[in-house]
């Protein structure tokens, strides 16, 4: 079932209400589902590799932490927050702007013009961190028990 943007965001606690929240794909939602957003955001960094050590490390530990407590919603935008770590850092290793696309008026079927890309070793060493602590997050035995449950309860079609 896909990720619904439609919903009233601001006003809706998503602890309280677990039959609301829709894993979407990849990072679908990251930075609107609360009060996991607000929980989570203020430990999400990536500058350099120790930066993105701490901010990984923190990070997972709230997301076993939502497992503890069979908190599926927070575990998997936890999970989320991982996953982003490793896009924006390895986006920024790739492109040092961290735009990855040319900006200019685009003609109707035409395709982005992708920057060159401007290799930064820091920012990929992030990448790496965050992408292993990601992996780790989601083939958590747990985790996958927790995702199969909420799918089979609230995403049924």
């Known amino acids: 079932m896909p990720f619904d943007y439609s919903l009233d965001f601001p006003n809706i606690n998503f602890r309280q209400h677990p039959e609301l929240y829709r894993i979407g794909k990849g990072e679908q939602g990251v930075l ?6 607000s ?10 590799p120790e930066i993105a050590q701490e901010s ?21 935008m936890a999970r989320k927050f991982l996953q982003m770590g490793y896009t924006r850092s390895r986006r920024y290793a790739n492109h040092k702007s961290g735009r990855k696309y040319q900006k200019n008026e685009l003609k109707s079927g035409s395709k982005k013009e992708i920057l ?12 790496a961190i965050f992408k292993a602590k990601w ?17 089979q309860m609230y995403e049924v079609d």
């Not at 609107?32 to 957003?37: S, T």
């Not at 490390?57 to 497992?67: D, R, W």
């Not at 989601?138 to 799918?151: D, M, P, R, S, V």
């Open 116 to 127: 060159p890309y401007d290799v930064d070793p820091i920012k990929a060493e992030s990448a």
């Open 39 to 48: 929980e989570i955001l203020t430990y999400w960094r990536f500058k350099n």
């Open 56 to 76: 990984s490390e923190k990070i997972y530990e709230i997301f076993l932490a939502y497992l503890e407590h069979e908190d599926f919603v927070g575990a998997d």
């Open 32 to 37: 609107l589902v609360e009060p996991y957003k």
């Open 135 to 151: 992996i780790q997050a989601k083939t958590n035995e747990k985790y996958l028990q927790l995702l199969a449950q909420h799918k």
